[in-house]
């Protein structure tokens, strides 16, 4: 491939990345606001109304014999965060396949620091509440990592974080978000309906169908996701996870195509999912409501574990697996990022916020004490690891220069050709008079 192809294909490559995180420090401003109104909402004289048309409210939708009825919290929850999660797999499968993810050594350093940064506060979490079985459910609240508001937060310090730790805080919030799925998938899904499944596998053979087939039409897709999502909700796993499946059979790229079916959806879904639909889950979910509330629920089992899961678990794990993958030799430090940025962006990992609360929500369905506990522990939790991750980040990276104007000489002016001038012909010598004979 010429040099030239190359540079154009690595600077549009910078180019989307920046566009992306752009996109997500506006939206993660959006979805601050949103929860900070549920919360003062929740705790207004509107605070009954809040909770009624959330959690009593009743949606039917049927097509002939199909129909699902939930409250609005579930047609959030279920419906639109199957939006979420479909965009969440189609970043996953094109940073996989042509991303920041798309080698071992590209993956491996994110991939190993995600790893830690979701078993150590999962294992704080067990052992602050070792011996109460009914808190046992919130085991996965604190592996999570809100990519929207970390990344939103970061821009606050412009160009003192330099782009390298920006992907790789985005791609430790990818490998996270892929371990939440796994998790959602085999330890948050209720009793099992064969015959929903058994449909739901003839729909996923359908994509796979039309993914060898070649087909570059979302609609088709889109309809059989639908199809996929109504199966899976009926047969007791998270509904969610019927977005991440169908994302992984839109085409990246076929051959002949301009138009890259995958990229494209992912960059249209983006406004959407980051200006309407994490916004409206996170005002339906913040609203924790500080009612009877003491001092004593700060001090639970539940509320602390979400706290110390993540505000010391992230940083301890990430940063903590960061250092041992680095020293063993699996992995290199990506260059222009030192020690005291990677706590920093350990620290803001902790930011949990939208997955925390999705997966709180799973955990204590039946339970909602703990959950307004979890939910306290996570509002809590971010908060502190907000604060901590941008003073590390802004005592340790250092303040851009200012750009000097550099005054470049003017072109020196190519002298004129001098056109030879033209000879003025010849004039005849004049004819010598003769002398006049002497008489």
């Not at 959330?54 to 639109?80: R, Y």
């Amino acid at each position: 491939m010429p040099i030239k192809q190359v540079q154009e294909a690595s600077q549009k490559t910078v180019d989307m990345l920046q566009e992306f995180l752009k996109m997500e420090a506006a939206g993660g401003i959006v979805l601050l606001i949103c929860a900070l109104l549920a919360l003062v909402i929740a705790n207004s004289p509107l605070g009954h109304t809040y909770h009624h048309i959330f959690h009593d409210l009743k949606l039917l939708v049927a097509v002939g014999p199909f129909e699902v009825n939930k409250d609005l919290i579930h047609w959030i929850n279920d419906g639109l965060m199957a939006i979420f999660f479909f965009l969440v797999g189609l970043e996953i499968k094109r940073e996989l396949m042509e991303g920041s993810l798309n080698s071992r050594e590209k993956a491996i350093l994110p991939l190993i620091a995600a790893f830690g940064g979701m078993v150590i506060p999962a294992g704080i979490y067990v052992f602050q509440n070792q011996g109460n079985p009914e808190a046992m459910p919130g085991w996965a609240v604190p592996m999570a990592t809100d990519i929207a508001f970390a990344v939103g937060l970061l821009a606050i310090l412009g160009k003192r974080v330099p782009l390298a730790l920006k992907v790789f805080l985005l791609a430790v919030a990818i490998f996270d978000d892929l371990g939440a799925i796994i998790v959602i998938a085999l330890f948050y899904s209720g009793n099992l309906a064969v015959d929903s499944l058994l449909w739901g596998l003839v729909f996923i053979a359908g994509l796979f169908m039309v993914n060898r087939l070649r087909v570059n039409s979302a609609s088709i897709y889109v309809v059989l996701g639908i199809c996929l999502w109504f199966c899976v909700l009926k047969s007791g796993v998270h509904a969610t996870l019927a977005g991440v499946v169908t994302a992984l059979f839109i085409p990246l790229q076929i051959k002949g195509e301009r138009r890259s079916l995958l990229k494209s959806l992912e960059h249209d879904l983006h406004y959407l999912v980051a200006f309407m639909v994490l916004p409206i889950f996170a005002f339906a979910n913040a609203g924790v409501s500080f009612e009877g509330l003491s001092m004593e629920i700060m001090w639970d089992t539940v509320t602390l574990g979400v706290i110390a899961g993540l505000f010391i678990g992230k940083q301890i794990g990430i940063f903590g697996a960061t250092w041992l993958a680095v020293k063993a030799g699996f992995a290199k430090l990506p260059s222009g990022i030192n020690w005291a940025q990677i706590w920093g962006v350990s620290a803001m990992a902790g930011i949990g916020f939208t997955m925390s609360l999705f997966i709180a929500s799973l955990g204590f369905r039946d339970n909602p004490l703990y959950l307004n506990e979890a939910k306290l522990g996570i509002l809590v939790g971010s908060l502190f690891s907000t604060i901590a991750g941008l003073t590390i980040l802004y005592f340790s990276s250092k303040k851009p220069e200012p750009e000097v104007a550099i005054a470049t000489p003017a072109p020196k002016a190519k002298p004129a050709k001098k056109t030879p001038a033209k000879k003025a012909p010849a004039k005849k010598p004049a004819a010598k008079r003769k002398a006049p004979a002497k008489k």
